[in-house]
């Protein structure tokens, strides 16, 4: 039973930490989105280089555990909320990628000393505000579980 409860813990700290690390990098940029062009170049690679490939391994990690903690606890893969939140998951995939191509696009446009659009920062915010849509959706589906 101790490695179930670890494997739990690691399950929910990571989907904590994903929850969180979207949130601050969601207001990190809208509050950068008007800053001078180099500093927000500079936070735009750091975020595409080095948080984007971080999250992914995280996102990667949630439904390994998550089969590990039904198949640690006996629980049937039919049910419906398991069912549904597997569901979720695959769409984290093309927002990620949406997430991805929009940031590349604004931090070209800031190397060629252009100014993004209004429309293309709104379109970022809400490529990630969806992904953090989605996660929720997914930790509220384990949370509601039947005991």
Known sequence: MEHYLTVRILHGGV?????????????LLWRARNA???ELQRKLQRTRQIS???????WLSLPVSGWW?????????????LLISILLLPLFVPFGFLLAGNLGRWQQLLAQKQQASGRQQVFALVWLLILLALL???????GAKPV
């Open 52 to 58: 984007l490939p971080l999250f992914a391994l995280l």
């Open 15 to 27: 989907a904590v930490f994903l929850m969180l690390g979207l949130l601050v990098h969601a207001v």
């Open 69 to 81: 903690l039904t198949h640690w606890a006996a629980m049937p893969l039919d049910q419906k909320w």
């Open 36 to 38: 001078k062009a180099d």
């Open 136 to 142: 929720l959706g997914t930790s509220a589906l384990m």
